[in-house]
């Protein structure tokens, strides 16, 4: 039981982060139209195909690392993969429009230090600013382009972390809690996740309802 809270709790993460991450790291090709075509509408917003389909593969391959050679198309039929990824873009664009609504920024040195922080741009364990630029120009992504989407990751993470502090465990549910210090704080901790984390999917789908949401499900069937 432990372990598989541990392990819901970290895949959620990782899961999470994918979905931030996907639209900074990508190859950028010719331009097919028909991948602009949006997915979904969410107020003012648009999701393209080409931004589903890049999250949905790297999902996908994060299931496979995973699941080795488990992972076929029943497990992703199971996992229900298209639309969990659809429904955490839709989120997504659903807590940026929100933030903005209630105020939430994020400074420039807020970005500054989260980008100096990455250890995909250090060098012996200290920021380099030539290792990130020539990552950026590996990846075919400008500083600008990278700075903006590290913006929106930190608005997200500033919404989600709002929402979720205001959930906390009951003494209830406290009570409920058996073993060990060390097994009480990892339950304990399993349990205030899964909790924000329903409060956030509350928070979304209650907004939903106030922003309008179109969605194009055929064009992913």
């Given amino acids: 039981m432990l372990q598989f809270m541990r392990k819901h709790a970290k895949f959620f993460y990782v899961f999470f982060f994918i979905i931030i991450i996907s639209f900074i790291f990508f190859y950028v090709g010719p331009v097919d139209k028909s991948s602009m075509v949006p997915v979904a509408e969410v107020g003012k917003e648009q999701i393209t195909l080409e931004e589903y389909w890049r999250t949905y593969d790297r999902t996908r391959d994060f299931y496979r ?49 989260a980008i100096m922080h990455e250890p995909a741009f250090t060098r012996n364990g200290v920021f380099d600013r030539e290792v990130y630029l020539r990552t950026l120009q590996l990846s075919r ?9 590290k913006r929106q990751e930190l608005t997200l993470k500033k919404i989600r972390r709002l929402i979720g502090e205001s959930v906390d465990i009951t003494d209830i549910e406290l009570k409920m809690i058996q073993g060990n210090e060390q097994t009480v704080n990892a339950l304990r ?21 106030q922003i309008k949401v179109k969605i194009n499900s055929q064009l992913i069937s």
């Fill in 65 to 113: 690392d995973i699941y080795k050679e488990k992972f076929d198309e029943d497990m992703e039929k199971k996992l229900r993969l298209k639309e969990k990824v659809l429904d955490s873009l839709i989120e997504e664009k659903v807590l940026l429009l929100t933030a903005v609504d209630i105020g939430i920024k994020v400074k420039d040195e807020e970005v500054e230090e």
């Fill in 189 to 209: 901790q399993a349990v205030l996740v899964d909790k924000r984390e329903k409060a956030i999917k509350s928070y979304v789908e209650a907004l939903k309802k």
């Fill in 141 to 149: 992504v400008t500083p600008e382009f990278f700075e903006n989407a």
